[in-house]
């Protein structure tokens, strides 16, 4: 099920959306920080848990912002995926390019 540019535009204009981007951001870097852990200082692994921890934490945070921004999520087998592409795609960019 398509959605209108409209939607899309309030979408992206909500305080929750700019939440799940800078939730996305933050995550990532933890990923980051997670590998420089463990090709670098070669920590015990129960820092590298905690780390990833928090990582997934942010992921599952960042979907709950989505849903709450009106982002409409599908069943697919197993999985949930977002109804629209284009609304993931332009998550991706979001999150990708500092546009503000």
Avoid: N
């Avoid at 090709?39 to 709450?68: E, I, N």
């Amino acid at each position: 099920m398509s959605i209108s540019d409209d939607e899309a535009t309030r979408i992206r204009r909500t305080r929750a959306y700019r939440s799940a981007v800078w939730t996305v951001r933050l995550g990532l870097v933890l990923v980051v920080v997670w590998g420089w852990l463990v090709f670098v200082t070669k920590p015990t692994d129960s820092v590298l848990f905690m780390v990833w921890l928090a990582a997934g934490l942010l992921s599952v945070c960042a979907l709950v912002l989505l849903r709450r921004s009106g982002v409409r999520f599908a069943r697919r087998g197993l999985s949930w995926h977002v109804e629209d592409d284009r609304v993931i795609r332009q998550f991706y960019r979001d999150v990708y390019w500092f546009r503000r």
